[in-house]
């Protein structure tokens, strides 16, 4: 058995997310059966990270086994070629080692979280922010986060639904960046709980807008307590960006 | 007589330019008649810079004169609303002096130009990009636009239809910069030649893939000879970017 290993950018815009879900259209499904339609074989992808209905990604990692031996180079223009009436592009393909896992084996995910803090709403990238009129201080913001930065109880950024084993998670980058009217927020670890990303964003939202102060977000922290923090941000504003291997 | 300057974003796309043209669709006609069904009186506009068809704003900036006084972020939002069909975005109104004007006032007029720089074509941000899938040295590129900085003779770079009275600009800026695949390049100067910003990205191109050496650049703007240089880059890659004063 061959196992390759795939980088993929998508919109979700209209996916219910990466997993297979019965009688919705997911990322895993459409990717899987043009894989299939082009070796011929069945395939079976894991990703790692399953990414939320309307949740985008630049780079986005899966990989599958196939008996077969395939070209990298030429699958990728041919299952680009395929996907070309959806809203994913495989960006590379590459042959990887046997005990390679795209969920198992990654050391560090990152995502970016993008908010455009303006009046108007945009224009040249509609469905990719979360717009937010209200003037934001992301100096705040990066205060904010950086409590949450090391190994912590992040039950307060937990959804009421994660199956995760436990609470602990250690977050080894948190990053605030402004190009103009855009506030791009970076974030990285090992792994994340369910909407964990979402809720700090939707937290830190208001530390920019000054209803809470930077401090409180060890407080909300502390408190193991979901209602204690803010709401989910929307799902447009966020990319599964890379994974460390 | 009152005088305001608007800040706009748009997504050529589907424009035919900026300028009024009998029977097509332009940024102009399209604002201007939301304008005048708002404040209820003839107005016109003046741009910075009448970018062409296909091609994107972040920040054109326009002027208009009315009898009335208006409350320029009542305006902005009123316009904003009156605009969800198209593609244009009001980023700003403010009132302006009686002597500003967009176009005539002009100091410095920024572009950027976008080439994703990958096999495969964008799905997060289609028609936003000069795709190019060969792969280029930015480097290289900025060594060969930086022959272009000062006070030359730009007929090289200049379209046959340009209407400027003399072929001699003073490049400020010329700025390449790479953020994963995209290639960014940003250009500044007082006014340019129609399509020398496009003439001169599709002749860096060459020097990126190799095809020609950077200090062949000095040769080509020294031939003042169309002929010499390259193609015009395609305009889905161009955005006016902003203006100052």
Same mark, same amino acid.
């Given at each position: 058995?061959?196992?390759?290993?795939? !980088?993929?950018?998508?919109?979700?815009?209209?996916?219910?997310?990466?997993?297979?879900?019965?009688?919705?259209?997911?990322?895993?499904?459409?990717? *899987?059966?043009?894989?299939?339609?082009?070796?011929?074989?069945?395939?079976?992808?894991?990703?790692?990270?399953?990414?939320?209905?309307?949740?985008? =990604?630049?780079?986005?990692?899966?990989?599958?086994?196939?008996?077969? *031996?395939?070209?990298?180079? $030429?699958?990728?223009?041919?299952?680009?070629?395929?996907?070309?009436?959806?809203?994913?592009?495989?960006?590379?393909?590459?042959? =990887?080692?046997?005990?390679?896992?795209?969920?198992?084996?990654?050391?560090?995910?990152?995502?970016?979280?993008?908010?455009?803090?303006?009046?108007?709403?945009? !224009?040249?990238?509609?469905?990719?922010?979360?717009?937010?009129? *209200?003037?934001?201080?992301?100096?705040?913001?990066? *205060?904010?986060?950086?409590?949450?930065?090391? $190994?912590?109880?992040?039950?307060?950024?937990?959804?009421?639904?994660?199956?995760?084993?436990?609470?602990?998670?250690?977050?080894?980058?948190?990053?605030?960046?402004?190009?103009?009217?855009?506030?791009?927020?970076?974030?990285?670890?090992?792994?994340?709980?369910?909407?964990?990303?979402?809720?700090?964003?939707?937290?830190?939202?208001?530390?920019?807008?000054?209803?809470?102060?930077?401090?409180?977000? $060890?407080?909300?922290?502390?408190? $193991?307590?979901?209602?204690?923090?803010?709401?989910?941000?929307?799902?447009?504003?966020?990319?599964?960006?890379?994974?460390?291997?």
């Amino acid at each position: 058995m061959k196992r390759y290993k795939l !980088i993929i950018e998508y919109d979700g815009s209209n996916y219910a997310g990466w997993q297979k879900q019965k009688g919705l259209p997911s990322i895993q499904e459409t990717l *899987e059966s043009r894989i299939q339609e082009l070796i011929k074989e069945p395939v079976q992808l894991f990703a790692s990270g399953r990414t939320d209905a309307g949740v985008h =990604a630049k780079g986005q990692v899966a990989h599958f086994e196939s008996e077969k *031996e395939v070209d990298p180079y $030429k699958l990728t223009g041919a299952l680009n070629f395929f996907l070309k009436s959806t809203n994913i592009a495989i960006l590379e393909i590459a042959e =990887a080692e046997e005990r390679f896992h795209a969920r198992f084996s990654a050391k560090m995910r990152y995502y970016e979280y993008l908010i455009l803090n303006r009046n108007a709403p945009s !224009i040249l990238f509609p469905g990719k922010f979360w717009h937010i009129k *209200e003037k934001l201080d992301y100096n705040l913001m990066q *205060e904010g986060a950086n409590y949450l930065l090391g $190994k912590h109880d992040f039950t307060s950024f937990r959804a009421k639904d994660c199956q995760a084993d436990s609470p602990i998670r250690t977050l080894n980058l948190v990053l605030f960046e402004k190009e103009g009217d855009i506030i791009k927020f970076t974030i990285a670890a090992r792994s994340f709980l369910h909407h964990m990303v979402r809720n700090i964003i939707g937290t830190l939202r208001l530390v920019g807008n000054k209803k809470i102060s930077p401090e409180q977000i $060890k407080l909300i922290l502390e408190a $193991k307590d979901r209602s204690k923090a803010g709401q989910t941000a929307p799902p447009q504003g966020l990319y599964f960006l890379k994974t460390d291997y």
